[in-house]
């Protein structure tokens, strides 16, 4: 598993009717059971009823500071531009990249 930064939310699946995150520190845990995430073993995940309300959860997780895992191929970040190109705002969000297990990079993409 890669590192996760300190009291952070880390989403790392968003392509189905679940949205999955991994959270570190408290008030992080707080925030995501308060949008009705619900805790299983090393993760923390919520049903998504339509794209409506994934959208309405993504923008949520973003106004919580959320991290969306990057990548190619349908990563969290990727379904965030496809979502994008249809013309939904998210205004600035951030995303994670590793370039290693214990070293990653977080940007604010526009």
Not at 4 to 32: F, H, L, M, W
Request: hydrophobic content about 40%; overall charge negative; glycine content about 6%.
């Amino acid at each position: 598993m890669n590192k996760i930064p300190d009291n952070s939310i880390v989403v790392t699946d968003i392509t189905s009717k679940t949205i999955e995150v991994i959270i570190t520190g408290e008030s992080s845990i707080e925030k995501v059971r308060k949008m009705g995430f619900v805790c299983h073993a090393d993760f923390f995940s919520v049903q998504v009823l339509d794209e409506e309300d994934k959208i309405n959860k993504i923008k949520k997780l973003i106004s919580a500071n959320a991290l969306f895992s990057f990548g190619y191929g349908w990563y969290p970040s990727e379904v965030i531009a496809y979502y994008k190109d249809r013309g939904v705002d998210f205004g600035i969000y951030k995303v994670i990249r590793w370039a290693g297990k214990d070293e990653y990079k977080i940007e604010d993409v526009e």
